[in-house]
């Protein structure tokens, strides 16, 4: 603040102050100097007060949160807890899981050692299987080479004796039989035209039956 009464006084040509009003004005203005330092310091003490009252109000108005934070962190806790009972019953259902599945496995196991058991009979019998049919072969090959021996001995006995081929057999021949003589003797009349009576010792088929084959 400058006063005009407190300046410093002035000598002039004319005219001059004593010198206590000299010092008198000195000192006045030192000491309006300091006032206006002080001045300003009141001035940056009260920019300063103010933040510090902005930073309490905001400072209170957190604490005023508090409560409601710590309901909510209560709540969070709450939460937690529950999550954390989930995961317990989670983590012992996951343990039974993989008890099973190990029974499963362990059952697995047994089946697979049972089937290469299974296989392993399996081959052995197929084995067995093929060399009986190697034998069913060999033995069928030897009986129609036995057939056909009796066949030629047959023949060679029937000299006298007359072949009929071609004449159909009876389709039920393998359970009720057949009359041959009664066909020969029908062939006879209706095939060969001869109606007097032909005596026939004994008639019969040669060789095995078969469905696929008309027997002589």
């Known amino acids: 603040m400058n006063n005009p009464y407190f300046a410093p006084a002035q000598m002039t040509d004319n005219n001059s102050f004593p010198p206590w009003a000299v010092n008198l004005c000195n000192q006045m203005t030192r000491i309006q100097s300091t006032l206006d ?3 300003n310091r009141w001035k940056t003490l009260k920019t300063l007060i103010v933040s510090q009252t902005e930073k309490l109000t905001k400072l209170e108005q957190t604490i005023s949160e ?16 529950s999550l954390q009972t989930d995961v317990k019953k989670l983590s012992e259902k996951v343990e039974e899981y993989d008890l099973t599945l190990q029974q499963y ?15 392993k009979r399996l081959s052995s019998i197929e084995q067995e299987i093929s060399r009986l049919h190697c034998a069913r072969d060999e033995i069928t090959t030897k009986l129609q080479l036995t057939e056909e021996r009796v066949t030629d001995v047959q023949w060679g006995g029937m000299r006298e004796n007359l072949l009929f081929c071609g004449i159909k057999e009876a389709t039920n021949y393998s359970t009720e039989g057949e009359n041959c003589e009664q066909k020969i003797q029908n062939f006879i009349k209706k095939e060969l035209a001869i109606n007097c009576q032909i005596s026939i010792d004994r008639a019969h088929r040669l060789g095995r039956f078969r469905k696929d084959h008309i027997r002589p």
């Open 105 to 119: 496995s362990d059952i697995c196991d047994g089946i697979t050692g049972n089937n290469n058991d299974f296989d």
């Open 37 to 39: 330092v002080h001045t």
């Open 66 to 81: 508090i409560p409601d934070l710590k309901r909510k962190m209560e709540n969070a806790n709450s939460n937690v807890k």
